[in-house]
């Protein structure tokens, strides 16, 4: 079992940026995915950012350009830089752990909300 916390959300002013951390309790190493993703109001839950475990990266096309997902390998924290946010980025974002097989294992979400 791991566990994932994540950190960082808040209010930002459109424009801004803001620095999501998911801190795992196991080596991320061990996964083949390691993921970010959203969940509006009244909205289904929508992948953000992948970054492989060989460090290949992939983005929503509504994203691309403006996030950058990261991770340390020391700290088994996996990141995401928001830039130039917009009021459709507001949403609770989660931290996804996958694996080819097996279960994958979320956080608990954290709130961003970008205000106009």
Same mark, same amino acid.
């Given at each position: 079992?791991?566990?994932?916390?994540?950190?960082?959300?808040? #209010? !930002?002013? !459109?424009?801004?940026? #803001?620095? #999501?951390?998911?801190?795992?309790?196991?080596?991320?190493?061990?996964?083949?995915?390691?993921?970010?993703?959203?969940?509006?109001?009244?909205?289904?839950?929508? #992948?953000?950012? +992948?970054? +492989?475990?060989?460090?290949?990266?992939? @983005?929503?096309?509504?994203?691309?350009?403006?996030?950058?997902?990261?991770?340390?390998?020391?700290?088994?924290?996996? @990141?995401?830089?928001?830039?130039? !946010?917009?009021?459709?980025?507001?949403? !609770? @974002? @989660?931290?996804?752990?996958?694996?080819?097989?097996?279960?994958?294992?979320?956080?608990?979400? +954290?709130?961003?909300?970008?205000?106009?």
């Amino acid at each position: 079992q791991v566990q994932l916390v994540e950190s960082g959300g808040g #209010l !930002v002013q !459109v424009g801004g940026s #803001l620095r #999501l951390s998911c801190a795992a309790s196991g080596n991320i190493l061990s996964f083949n995915t390691m993921n970010w993703y959203r969940q509006a109001p009244g909205k289904q839950r929508e #992948l953000v950012a +992948t970054i +492989t475990r060989g460090g290949r990266t992939d @983005y929503l096309d509504s994203v691309n350009g403006r996030f950058g997902i990261w991770r340390d390998n020391t700290k088994n924290t996996i @990141y995401l830089d928001m830039n130039t !946010v917009k009021p459709e980025d507001t949403a !609770v @974002y @989660y931290c996804n752990l996958q694996r080819l097989s097996g279960p994958s294992f979320w956080g608990q979400g +954290t709130q961003v909300t970008v205000s106009s």
